[in-house]
């Protein structure tokens, strides 16, 4: 009897083991960094290009179709290499990179482009749409310029002495208050010449 409890005691022990190790949620996985399995890096080159890469690890992938370039005109958007075909749960049928992939930036194309990109793990992880944004170069973008403006004032201001800065914000914001009551009375007016043309 107490031979037979021991057999069947590791029978039922090796039959769980066994159980465990088929099971596919048992087996934890150790998905890399959004940065480190799609590493971007860009480069301007001498022919006056613009190289985008990624370098992509093993067991990981991104998607063609997934790939923006906001900021570019038509002449200057990037042609997209060819990729490999793959079928999975979250896209369906897509062309996908593996290892490495470089977009190029045509010559001429200047300013700032969001690049965007996403891609997944073969073991099943999708990751959220990670961007980063590409100084080309040549004109300065429309709020960088905003920010240049900002930055002027804020210096015009540091050299003037408190009393002229004091005035100046007085001046202002009385400007201000003008045109919200300018706003005001006009509006009044409108409503005053609808009310005299309804009671006639």
Same mark, same amino acid.
């Given at each position: ?66 790939f ?57 992880l ?7 944004? #590409?100084?080309? $170069?040549?004109? %300065?973008?429309v ?6 403006q /900002?930055?002027?004032?804020a @210096? =015009? &201001? ?18 201000? #208050?003008?045109? $919200?009551?300018? %706003? ?8 005053l /010449?609808?009310?005299?043309? @309804? =009671? &006639?």
């Amino acid at each position: 009897m107490h031979r037979l409890f021991i057999f069947l005691f590791l029978l039922l022990t090796g039959f769980s083991q066994a159980q465990a190790s088929n099971d596919p949620f048992a087996q934890k996985v150790d998905f890399l960094p959004v940065a480190k399995a799609f590493a971007f890096s860009s480069e301007a080159l001498p022919s006056g290009e613009t190289r985008l890469s990624w370098q992509i690890a093993n067991n990981y992938y991104l998607y063609q179709k997934r790939f923006k370039f906001d900021g570019l005109d038509a002449a200057h958007t990037p042609v997209l290499p060819q990729g490999e075909e793959h079928n999975d749960e979250f896209f369906g049928a897509s062309q996908v990179y593996r290892n490495q992939v470089d977009v190029l930036i045509p010559a001429g194309a200047s300013g700032q482009v969001k690049v965007s990109w996403q891609g997944c793990a073969d073991a099943g992880l999708c990751y959220p749409p990670q961007s980063q944004v #590409v100084d080309l $170069g040549g004109a %300065q973008p429309v709020a960088a310029q905003g920010q240049a403006q /900002d930055q002027s004032l804020a @210096a =015009s &201001l540091q050299q003037r002495s408190l009393g002229w800065s004091l005035l100046l914000f007085f001046g202002l914001g009385l400007l201000l #208050v003008l045109r $919200g009551l300018l %706003q005001v009375v006009t509006h009044l007016l409108k409503t005053l /010449d609808h009310l005299f043309f @309804a =009671s &006639l």
